[in-house]
């Protein structure tokens, strides 16, 4: 089965940066969209940001022009990079894979970061 593991989340202060990762492994067959979601205490489960293997991205319009996405498709990991940061972007940060296979299209989730964005 297809693994992801996050790793960058944790404490940071209003205004800093935070880096993310997301390493993809197993029985990948094209991991043709991979990105990120985040879920707030008492909100639904939100996109912040997706990249395909072509290099097309899309934000949640609450993080255009201070989050950036980007991956490296040769070993199936994914980034966000996040800075100028709020308090309102505290919450769990979930990796994401989508792909076609030979039988369809499935989907895949990691465990989740912390991100606390709090002085």
């Known amino acids: 089965q297809v693994q992801l593991v996050e790793s960058g989340g944790g404490l940071v202060q209003p205004g800093g940066s935070l880096r993310l990762s997301c390493a993809a492994s197993g029985s990948i067959f094209s991991a043709d969209t991979m990105g990120w979601y985040r879920q707030a205490p008492g909100k639904q489960r939100e996109l912040v940001a997706t990249v395909t293997t072509g290099g097309s991205t899309n934000y949640a319009d609450s993080v255009k022009g201070r989050f950036t996405v980007s991956r490296d498709n040769g070993a199936n990991k994914v980034y966000l990079q996040m800075s100028s940061l709020k308090p309102e972007d505290t919450a769990v940060y979930y990796c994401?894979?989508?792909?076609?296979?030979?039988?369809?299209?499935?989907?895949?989730w990691g465990q989740g970061t912390q991100v606390t964005v709090s002085s």
């Open positions: 994401w894979l989508w792909e076609r296979t030979n039988g369809g299209a499935r989907g895949y």
